[in-house]
């Protein structure tokens, strides 16, 4: 699999949305520390529609390090866009994932870098501690996360967007073609010998998080639906729950009327009207979400739309002939 007449090279692909003051440091601590281990690399920032300063920090890191590049979205278009864009990007012979404020900790890449060479195809970052966070953030992420291990039949519960892929495993990723695609579970649906990182999630030093609690049900909503048609047939389930109870109210509505005692059934009659009417509503609710993802993937538009590209015009051919 590997190229042994010349040395592999290592894409690292990190997102960053208003990371001004990280992109510094994370270009500094993964050169450096890639030099030190000797792996061949390139670095790629994808800027997505950041509000701040941090295409410009970008820009910086590239003239300073030749290795470096940089990907602006022309707005925000989410981490998930944001990933895709660098998979797309890098010409390495294996592509590792991690977020730019590096609370997946870089020393780790070479861990990585190292079980990849011993043949895996998917090497996954696995937390062993969803570092800090409020108790309600948590909670709700476990649901999540129980959620859509059931949906997809894999783990999920530590899975995270810290991953080395080999060119192959990549390749696959980008020929398919759904739009809301979620890089965490595809990665692991799409098998390869896999071997597993154990990491602590690290506090993050600057900055703050990207994500709000709306964008947070959107995530775990987009995600959940476009992975899975679970909740599609609990519709099902509840219309056999809705229709058992009718069966038993209807029965004994009946008994009431021929026991001559019929009258008293009003409340019964508001409260099913009530029942039946909300059941059928979170249904249409719940249909209408699929027919929404299915019009946004038919609509086929693009992912991300890319503004600007960066990379150190002086190394061009020197990059082009490295490969
Ligand atoms: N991010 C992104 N686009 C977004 C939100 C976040 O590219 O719309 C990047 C962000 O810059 C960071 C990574 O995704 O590198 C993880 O985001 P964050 O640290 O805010 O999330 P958390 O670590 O709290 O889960
Ligand atoms: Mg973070």
Redesign the pocket.
Known sequence: MQDTTKQSLLSVV??????EA?VPRAAQVICSLLAEANIRHEIIF?D?GSKDGTWAAIQAQTARHPQVRGVRFSR????EA?IFAGLAQGRGDCVVVL???L?HPPEKIVEMYRLWEQGYQVVEGVKVSRGKESPLHTLAAKTFYSLISNATGIDMSRAS?FKLLDRRAVDTLLAMREKNAFFRALSSWIGFSTAQVEFE?QP?LEG????SLR?LIRYALVNLTSFSAAPLQLITLLGLVVFVCSVGLGLWSLWEKLSGQALEGFTTVILLQLIIGSVLMICLGIIGYYVARIYEEIKDRPRYIVADLCEDKTNDGQAETDL
């Open positions: 990190l997102p960053a949305y208003n990371e990280s994808i997505d925000n278009f989410g981490k944001a977020d730019c404020d609370q967007d999630v993050r703050a998080s990207k994500w964008s």
